[in-house]
């Protein structure tokens, strides 16, 4: 193989495996040659993710170990030795090749009828054989019938002829079409193939590398349900290929993962001008550090955006998110926010969140101690976050505990805020701001606050009697944890397993709902709470 067309992002096949180069360049591992870093389309070819003694040289899509580290001499061996490169097929290769196995198959169903290539049919235990019969199975001119056709990783770089009679007409029932990991450069063959099945919805072009120019001169609007383009970068001006794109398609979902796009590419708006009208876009895997800028058309109908794994740390005050109200469904994970600013500004910018991922930011890095904080901040039609449903009643215990915790000063919030204005309008709570120290029970009682008495570790907390038993437990567990130490008692099985309160003779009784609010016990300012732990 020719040493010059070792480049970055090109695809290669090296035995029964294709990869794409990442990474050219020294290590100190081999000082005397040139290193090749790889990715493999099979995550189990590789070896690590990209890095090699704690320095990243190249990162793996999602992380993966589907990494290898080559010396180019040895690389080039390995090309030469392949004779997957030198047999690669064009598509037209491959579908004369599914059509010849679907022929066959026919036949064979011809075979086990109730005649034989002899001209005998069988009448119970007889044999009758009849002249003239006719004993040629009769061409099959039917059609593929299958819905999903799967050609990734076949090598394929050109489409060949698919005008020929045996192909053309054939694979019209086609609806998922998958061409990942493929050597397609030239985008006027993929325009030839959506021609021959009129009734595709799906298209995966993963990892094909597309040259920019390939997609000028094409004029068709072509409607799909989903096209994938992850992966497929090769120069810096991928942005514009995917500007063209946008023209071309009409898709309900769009997947741009994976392309080194940043805020460079979308903040220029001579680069971006997305006339995007889908419902699901995915722009995960990439290099942004600030929201995207997207010049949305305003009419967009975009419900779901996916932005997980980029390295996302704040909104731009100029960003305009006037096009992306309406979404339902937010990904934000793996990313490097570390400002609530940031998701106070999500919840105006995107009042109508309904799913939100968050995980694996340096923000919530203390999930279960920011899950409490985290909700009462987000908008109120939020009902899912990380995978975990929040229920109209847990989010007014959350949303209690919150405004509480800002009225004493424990957390910091603006208080000349909407949002903070409905939370208090919500829950009844006066908006101004409780003093640091409290010394007045009269004030105490007028603001619905109660001092309880926490047994038997002898310790008090204050509490409004609006919120929930499932709350107060809440509160009761995180001042455990903070007193670990001083009661001996192990930070791992502070776990409650039941709380009961004192009435008349000090009997105890238990809670029987955790959903109902501390008034309707009709505790009292200095009433006992018995702990038991599990």
């Known amino acids: 193989m020719d040493a010059s067309k070792v480049k970055l992002n090109n695809r290669l096949t090296i035995g029964e495996n294709t990869c794409t180069i990442r990474f050219i360049g020294r290590i100190p591992q081999w000082p005397h040659d040139v290193a090749i870093g790889v990715e493999w389309d099979n995550i189990e070819r590789g070896k690590n993710d990209g890095s090699l003694d704690g320095i990243q040289y190249f990162q793996t899509r999602r992380r993966q170990k589907s990494g290898s580290f080559f010396k180019k001499e040895k690389l080039l061996k390995e090309l030469e030795n392949s004779t997957k490169v030198n047999n690669s097929k064009t598509l037209s290769d491959h579908l004369s090749l599914i059509i010849q196995e679907e022929n066959l198959k026919e036949v064979e169903k011809s075979d086990n009828s109730k005649h034989d290539l002899n001209g005998i049919i069988s009448f119970g235990l007889k044999?009758?054989?009849?002249?003239?019969?006719?004993?040629?199975?009769?061409?099959?001119?039917?059609?593929?019938?299958?819905?999903?056709?799967?050609l990734s990783g076949k090598n394929i770089s050109q489409t060949g002829d698919l005008d020929s009679a045996e192909v053309k007409g054939y694979f019209q029932k086609v609806e998922y079409l998958d061409?990942?990991?493929?050597?397609?450069?030239?985008?006027?063959?993929?325009?030839?193939?959506?021609?021959?099945?009129?009734?595709?919805?799906?298209?995966?072009?993963?990892?094909?590398?597309?040259?920019?120019?390939?997609i000028a001169g094409v004029h068709n609007i072509i409607v799909l349900k989903k096209l994938s383009l992850a992966g497929c970068t090769n120069s810096e001006d991928f942005i514009k290929f995917v500007v063209s794109i946008t023209k071309i398609f009409r898709c309900d979902n769009y997947d741009f993962s994976n392309n080194a796009l940043d805020n460079t590419c979308t903040?220029?708006?001579?680069?971006?001008?997305?006339?995007?009208?889908?419902?699901?876009?995915?722009?995960?895997?990439?290099?942004?550090?600030?929201?995207p800028l997207l010049n949305l058309d305003s009419s967009s109908i975009i419900e779901e955006l996916l932005i997980h794994d980029n390295k996302i740390e704040q909104v731009d005050n100029s960003t305009t998110f006037s096009a992306i109200r309406n979404i339902k469904s937010l990904d934000l994970r793996y990313n490097k926010i570390t400002d609530w600013q940031f998701i106070d500004k999500l919840r105006n910018f995107i009042p109508n969140l309904k799913k939100l991922r968050i995980v694996n930011n340096p923000i919530v890095f203390k999930y279960e101690e920011m899950f409490p904080i985290l909700v009462p901040r987000l908008p109120p039609s939020l009902i899912e976050l990380d995978g975990s449903a929040i229920s109209s009643m847990e989010r007014a215990d959350l949303e209690l505990h919150f405004v509480n915790s800002v009225k004493k000063g424990e957390i910091l919030y603006a208080k000349e805020t909407e949002h903070w204005n409905y939370l208090c309008e919500k829950h009844k709570v006066t908006t101004s701001i409780l003093p640091m120290v409290v010394t007045t029970d009269s004030f105490l009682s007028q603001m619905g606050l109660i001092k309880l008495r926490i047994m038997p570790f002898n310790f008090d907390i204050y509490i409004l009697d609006t919120c929930t038993v499932r709350y107060l437990k809440t509160v009761i567990r995180t001042q455990l944890k903070r007193k670990t130490t001083h009661y001996n008692i192990p930070y791992s099985i502070i776990k409650i397993k039941d709380i009961k309160y004192a009435v008349v003779h000090d009997t105890l009784e238990t809670f029987i709902n955790e959903f109902s609010p501390l008034s309707y016990y009709n505790l009292q300012d200095g009433d006992i709470i018995h702990v038991i732990l599990g």
Do not use: A
């Not at 044999?127 to 299958?146: A, C, I, Q, W």
């Not at 006339?275 to 942004?288: A, G, H, Q």
């Open 267 to 291: 903040d220029n708006q001579d680069n971006l001008t997305i006339n995007i009208n889908c419902k699901v876009l995915d722009l995960s895997y990439n290099k942004f550090t600030k929201f």
């Open 127 to 150: 044999n009758v054989e009849f002249l003239g019969f006719d004993t040629t199975p009769k061409e099959t001119s039917h059609r593929f019938t299958r819905t999903i056709l799967d």
């Open 179 to 214: 061409l990942s990991d493929n050597f397609l450069f030239n985008f006027q063959d993929v325009i030839k193939i959506i021609d021959i099945m009129p009734n595709l919805q799906v298209l995966k072009l993963d990892g094909n590398k597309f040259k920019v120019s390939s």
